[in-house]
């Protein structure tokens, strides 16, 4: 992951109602796209940038795909982040 696909990705306003819809848990591309009033590519495409950036898990099962916030990376920007606090 590099800090600047990161910011990227969290530079967009649907991106992170993605991010914070994930954050209750995991849900299919189904339950996230109920969300918004865009196409479905649009929200494949705001997935797929969110997927590059590490800043989600992607699991298939069977004809469906769910996707799952990663806190991890959350993590390392903070920590980018307070290095410039210091």
Known sequence: MGIDQTLKALNDE???????????????????HQHFDVSDATI???????????????????NYRYYSLNASV?????????FFKK
């Open 44 to 62: 494949s495409h705001h997935l797929s940038v969110l997927l590059k950036a590490d800043l989600i898990f992607l699991e298939k099962e069977k």
């Open 14 to 32: 649907k991106r992170r109602e993605i991010l914070t819809l994930l954050k209750k848990g995991r849900m299919s591309a189904t339950d996230i």
């Open 74 to 82: 959350f993590e390392d920007v903070l920590r980018f982040i307070m």
